[in-house]
């Protein structure tokens, strides 16, 4: 039974404790409205706090029609709902950047938005085990590394996935038991976009052809992944302070010789995370800056240094490592 799944993933990834706010992201398709129907039922298990957020991105003749359902689902069982009306092609045309992006983008801004206004302390989106097969598959065709294979997580900060361990096959039964009538988005089935391709036409054939069982095979190997990416996290944040030598607002130094001791694998995360650790972000470093920087603290050549983009710069001096932010 879907409902007691999703309890169990809650439980064991511990997504809702007693006195919990929880804005719950609403676009009235299947997912979403199942994963707030769901949500309404568990209140009676664990007491929190359910507001609801619909964002109408004014790009389908049927988005009208989708926030009334939302609106109409809300109302009838008393629950806070939050909507927003915002030309999301204008955005994707102003910053940029493409239409799917955007629409990420004005998403998260009004969940946070919301978030802030009912003093709400989560966020829970519908990704389910497909959509985390989908990015799992996504990143290996970028070449993203052993992180990309983790693919969604249930739960990172205050955004949680209740649904992270129900496939969509499930979801869409539940809908018809529970006589939902889910909007459905016709633009899923045009591949116009990568994760529609992927999820419209990869996966069926891999299915097909190969593993009629792909979903499940794919989300093992994203567990697994997620396992010893959290091992590797935890010797990397090790490593870095047993090299530290001073962390400073301005700049981190680091212990050259105890660096080009360590394992490429441990030093590959350890440029990241120190980045991360001057900045809050790693945004920008690729690989290529990440091999640049360790092919320069293994020459071990003094008062060279890198500017891998515009805001870090990396010296070696007097046997150091100068993490600095470059003014």
Request: proline share 2%.
């Amino acid at each position: 039974m879907l409902e007691e799944i999703v309890f169990e993933t809650i439980k064991e990834n511990n997504l809702i404790e007693n006195g919990d706010s929880i804005v719950v992201g609403v676009s009235g398709g299947p997912d979403s409205i199942t994963l707030l129907d769901i949500l309404i039922k568990l209140q009676s298990k664990i007491k929190f706090d359910i507001y609801v957020a619909h964002i109408n991105h004014m790009i389908r003749k049927e988005a009208k029609e989708d926030q009334e359902y939302v609106e109409s689902y809300c109302r009838n069982r008393k629950i806070p709902c939050f909507v927003k009306q915002i030309k999301v092609e204008e955005i994707a045309k102003n910053k940029k950047i493409g239409t799917e992006e955007a629409g990420r983008y004005v998403r998260y801004e009004f969940f946070n938005e919301i978030l802030q206004k009912t003093n709400s302390n989560k966020i829970a989106t519908a990704h389910t085990k497909n959509d985390n097969v989908e990015t799992v598959i996504m990143n290996i065709l970028r070449g993203s590394g052993t992180v990309g294979l983790k693919g969604i997580e249930a739960k990172r900060e205050k955004y949680i996935r209740p649904l992270i361990n129900c496939k969509r096959e499930q979801i869409e039964q539940y809908c018809k038991e529970n006589n939902l009538n889910p909007r459905i988005d016709k633009t899923n089935m045009e591949n116009i976009y990568t994760r529609n391709r992927i999820r419209n036409e990869l996966i069926p054939y891999l299915k097909k052809e190969f593993n009629p069982k792909l979903i499940e095979t794919i989300d093992r190997l994203s567990k697994i992944a997620k396992e010893e990416n959290e091992y590797l996290e935890k010797q990397t944040k090790k490593a870095y302070y047993e090299i530290l030598i001073k962390e400073e607002k301005e700049q981190i130094i680091l212990d050259l010789k105890k660096f080009n001791e360590l394992e490429l694998v441990i030093k590959n995360r350890l440029v990241l995370y120190t980045i991360n650790r001057l900045f809050g972000s790693s945004s920008g470093i690729e690989k290529i800056h990440i091999h640049d920087i360790i092919k320069l603290c293994t020459n071990n050549i003094g008062n060279k240094y890198l500017i891998p983009n515009k805001k870090v710069k990396i010296l070696l001096k007097d046997k150091k490592i100068f993490y600095i932010i470059n003014n």
